[in-house]
């Protein structure tokens, strides 16, 4: 409970501030193209806190997509879903900041649909830097999904507003066990306004 409160204090007084934010525009910039997103942060409030920290401290840098999930390339899944994730990667020793509670979807209300981004884990409360987005409405990365054995879900916090097709485009490039041969670098991850 305390680092919830921490995180929301940390996320009233970050530079978006309003009496109540909405929706706060996001754009992932790479080298095959933008993908803009508005993440909720009435809904998600520590999760956009935690993601919107990683961007205004310049944390992101370095940054990939590295790992596609397509149905073809899960075979020891018996619960298959679609997504491609990226963030600092599995090499990171260390994530900048302490990992942030986790905020379920039962909680939330954001569903795990087609476009919707969402924090990468392994444990609830794990999640820190990763995150995902998904091709297709996933509801087994819900709470109560059968993705992950505790049923807990993942924690969404926005969706896809434009570039989707690039999203689907980083998908099927070629993987060997689900992660790219050829990473997709991340130039920079911004807020934008419009």
């Given amino acids: 409970m305390k680092k919830i409160l921490v995180l929301v204090a940390l996320f009233s007084s970050l530079s978006c501030k309003t009496n109540k934010i909405e929706t706060i ?21 520590v999760t956009c806190a935690n993601f919107i920290r990683y961007i205004e401290n310049n944390k992101f840098v370095g940054a990939n997509f590295y790992r596609v999930v397509r149905m073809d390339n899960q075979p020891n899944n018996n619960i298959k879903i679609e997504v491609i994730q990226g963030g600092l990667g599995f090499d990171v020793e260390e994530s900048p900041y302490p990992a942030v509670v986790h905020e379920t979807t039962e909680l939330t209300g954001i569903k795990h649909v087609d476009g919707t981004i969402s924090m990468a884990r392994a444990e609830p409360g794990t999640a820190s830097s990763e995150f995902f987005i998904c091709i297709g409405d996933q509801p087994e990365l819900d709470f109560g999904g059968k993705r992950n054995p505790d049923g807990q879900g993942f924690a969404a916090f926005g969706k896809v507003i434009e570039g989707m097709d690039l999203v689907k485009q980083i998908q099927n490039m070629p993987d060997v066990e689900q992660m790219l041969e050829n990473p997709v670098y991340i130039n920079k991850i911004e807020i934008i306004s419009d």
């Fill in 25 to 45: 525009g996001i754009k992932i910039e790479t080298g095959l193209g933008d993908i803009k997103i508005e993440l909720y942060p009435d809904k998600a409030p």
